[in-house]
């Protein structure tokens, strides 16, 4: 069985994701990025950040919500229940991008083979959900963009791919 799960998750200095429900900013070249990536892909995400889409789903992509709601359907997305069910039906040999919420990325942490993330350079004070620590002994660095600042709300960022270290067990 050879899935490829990605992380895909933009941070604060503290690995600040979000605030009251909402992500902390929006950075147009990320959701570009974003777009490029997980276009043509999977991906996984949690109810309430499904809701949070404008169109409730993302076109070109393979939607599915991870949900404990037995009854929960969606147009135009698959509906799982557990992190076992997601990974029975995603493709072999084909990325699949987890991009959010919190509890989402943590169950499917483990999992991750690549983190694709965006660095922000600055501390979000008001947020109140954060993405797990990415510790050096796990994952290691394999790409890094140049820094690059935001036209629209002026901040610095840059992107950083994360892969894990093959265990040595």
């Given at each position: ?6 992380i895909i998750v933009a941070i604060d200095k503290q690995n600040a994701i979000g ?151």
């Open positions: 069985m050879n899935k490829q799960i990605s605030n009251k429900g909402d992500q902390l900013c929006y950075i147009s070249e990320d959701l570009k990025r974003f777009r490029i990536l997980t276009t043509g892909h999977t991906i996984v995400m949690g109810h309430k950040t499904q809701q949070a889409l404008p169109k409730g789903f993302l076109p070109n992509r393979r939607n599915i919500v991870l949900s404990h709601d037995p009854h929960l359907t969606i147009e135009n997305v698959e509906v799982m229940h557990s992190v076992e069910e997601v990974m029975n039906t995603i493709p072999n040999n084909d990325i699949t991008y987890v991009i959010g919420g919190a509890k989402v990325y943590s169950l499917f942490f483990d999992y991750a083979d690549t983190l694709e993330v965006t660095e922000i350079d600055y501390t979000f004070d008001e947020a109140d959900t954060h993405f797990p620590a990415i510790s050096k002994e796990t994952w290691q660095i394999t790409d890094v963009s140049d820094i690059r600042t935001d036209e629209k709300c002026g901040l610095k960022y840059r992107y950083v791919t994360y892969k894990r270290i093959p265990s040595t067990i």
